[in-house]
């Protein structure tokens, strides 16, 4: 038998109280009575009562001393081992909406003390396992016995400012809930529901009210942001900031449960930010950020006789300009990407690139293919597109294939196809440009500029053009990210240190200058609402010991109930 609060075993200092009482003496008041009959036993009583006398026989000493001693029991929680060690799995949302505050503790503190009770009342050998679900699931803890090692893991949750998922983290219990006998799943969180009866769901207790701003944005120097109210009728004050200095501020009144625009004044500023002065439950909410998209425009040199279908689908990116250009002169050029064929077509940074060699000319017996899939190719469907003509290319990596010789190829700065456009109908369908788009996103991506916002929580995607001599981000904390760091960035991966909302500064050092631009992120919006919350439920099973076994309080008290009849009927006998 194991003890779930072995601390309450002081309770049993209650068998000496109640000895003690049975030895002091009684003391009686003076009465006028109508007979003497009954001094005999009084008198004798009294012998009995002196103080530290021996006790005299009474049926109702062992039976008090037995009920305190069942009811000290029941506050040590017993519980019987059943065979073997039990366990406990802790799911804490940590999305945003657990950060909502009211009195300064936040609903996930109200969860963390209600688990830390839990964790107290856990016997020695029951292991812990705590998992931390916002956007992805963090395991701080895996099948711990060690109280201290399970204090520190509470400790360390945080809310976040992304959105929460609590299906992975709930997905990886039940499954260790499958393989284990009598593992508990408790969940803390403020909107969870499930249909799974062996899950303990701890909600939070009640809604709060918040006031949130979902948009803002600047053009021709006026602003305009969009605010919602989660909650009564109030008046909200707003202030707009060009950079960091006041530029207007408005009071506008909104209705409960709704939204409301309201408008700036803005001038000229590399960013623009706007805020609610009022508190409520979640601050970070109040704040939002824009930032003017500046994204440098690309040069693209079509050299030699180029298809119009090509040039046509080039200039579908509205941040490229195309020139055109002799092949004598495309050295010369000082284009960002040089496009010339027409067999093999050539996308490059580079005017003369080797990186990818063409064999000789072949007629096709087949349809095209795809190999390695890769974003070039991503919403291409080949469907009905014919090629007279082709040449084999290697070199790269190869994602179209004609009779299993490679037709499309890309290595680093390169892209080849391996036949001429006027040698298929390819301009004729939705592929092509679709696929000249994908080969300019992929050696010409967008400049960190034109990110302008995102949300807590999701990758951004911040390339670099591999020309830079150095690169890093500002988060709005002031940490340094930079592009070798493991939770950064490099030239094919998006930027994931994207938990903080607030403005970001991308620094970047070409020719010995440094050039800063900005980027912002924010809470998704379905989060700022926590005017409502899921009940809480106690699962099946939520009655078992973490031990293993059963639980006995509920005996001990039940026994206790039946001493207490039998006490009141004896002590009317005696008395």
């Known amino acids: 038998m194991t003890f779930l609060a072995p601390a309450f075993g002081w309770a049993f200092l209650s068998l000496g109280v109640i000895l003690f009482l049975y ?6 008041e003076d009465r006028p009575v109508p007979s003497t009959f009954l001094w005999r036993r009084a008198a004798r009583d009294l012998t009995a009562s002196r103080p ?3 006790l005299r026989r009474n049926i109702l000493l062992p039976l008090h001393l037995l009920m305190a001693a069942v009811l000290a029991l029941a506050l040590m929680r017993p519980a019987l081992p059943g065979g073997m060690a039990g366990e406990t799995v802790m799911i804490f949302d940590v999305s945003a909406s657990m950060q909502a505050a009211e009195g300064g503790v936040s609903r996930l503190e109200l969860a963390k003390e209600t688990a830390g009770r839990i964790l107290e009342g856990m016997g020695p050998d029951d292991a812990l396992t705590v998992l931390a679900a916002g956007n992805e699931t963090r395991q701080l803890l895996s099948r711990s016995t060690d109280r201290e090692a399970a204090r520190r893991a509470l400790r360390a949750l945080t809310p976040t400012a992304a959105a929460g998922d609590l299906s992975a983290a709930v997905s990886l219990a039940e499954a260790m809930q499958r393989e284990a006998e009598g593992l508990r799943i408790l969940v803390f969180s403020d ?20 006031r949130a701003i979902l948009s803002f944005t600047v053009e021709n120097g006026a602003g ?32 409960a449960g709704e939204t409301a625009g309201v408008s700036f004044s803005v001038p000229d500023c590399a960013y623009a930010r706007v805020e609610i002065r ?15 998209k500046a994204g440098r425009n690309f040069t693209v040199a079509l050299c030699g006789d180029t298809s119009v279908f090509l040039e046509n689908a080039v200039k579908l990116r509205e941040d490229v300009t ?9 050295a010369a050029a000082g284009a960002d990407l040089y496009i010339y064929g027409p067999a093999p077509l050539i996308f490059s940074k580079d005017p003369e690139q080797t990186e990818i060699t063409a064999g000789e000319p072949l007629t096709p017996s087949g349809a095209l293919a795809f190999g390695e899939r890769d974003d070039i190719t991503a919403g291409l469907t080949l469907d009905s597109v014919a090629v007279r003509a082709y040449r084999p290319l290697a070199g790269g990596r190869t994602l179209l294939t004609l009779d299993g010789n490679a037709v499309l190829a890309a290595s680093g700065r390169t892209v080849a196809l391996g036949f001429s456009v006027n040698d298929s109908n390819l301009p004729m369908k939705y592929d092509f440009p679709i696929l000249v788009q994908n080969i300019l996103s992929s050696l010409l991506p967008e400049t960190a500029a034109d990110v302008g916002e995102g949300v807590c929580g999701e990758s951004v995607l911040i390339p670099l053009t591999g020309d830079e001599e150095s690169a890093f981000v500002t988060l709005p904390d002031g940490k340094t990210v930079s592009p070798a760091a493991p939770t950064g960035w490099d030239e094919s991966h998006p930027f994931t240190d994207t938990a903080l909302p607030g403005l970001y500064t991308l620094t970047i050092r070409q020719d010995g200058q440094d050039t800063e631009r900005y980027f912002a992120l924010r809470l998704p919006a379905a989060e700022s609402d926590v005017r409502t919350v899921a009940e809480s439920r106690i699962g099946d099973g939520a009655d078992t010991a973490l031990s293993g076994g059963r639980e006995l309080t509920g005996y001990l008290a039940g026994l206790f109930l039946l001493l207490l009849l039998v006490e009141w009927g004896v002590s009317r006998r005696v008395l």
């Open 23 to 28: 030895l002091l003496k009684r003391r009686y």
């Open 52 to 54: 530290f006398q021996k």
């Open 191 to 210: 909107d969870f529901r499930t249909d799974n009866p062996h899950i303990t769901v701890y909600n939070a207790e009640k809604g709060l009210v918040n």
């Open 224 to 255: 305009y942001a969009r605010a919602a109210n989660y909650g009564g009728d109030c008046d909200l004050t707003f202030v707009c900031y060009a950079g960091e200095t006041v530029c207007d501020a408005k009071t506008a009144r909104i209705p």
């Open 278 to 292: 009022e508190a409520d439950a979640i601050a970070d909410d109040n704040s939002f950020y824009f930032v003017p």
């Open 322 to 330: 195309v020139v055109r250009v002799g092949d004598e002169e495309r």
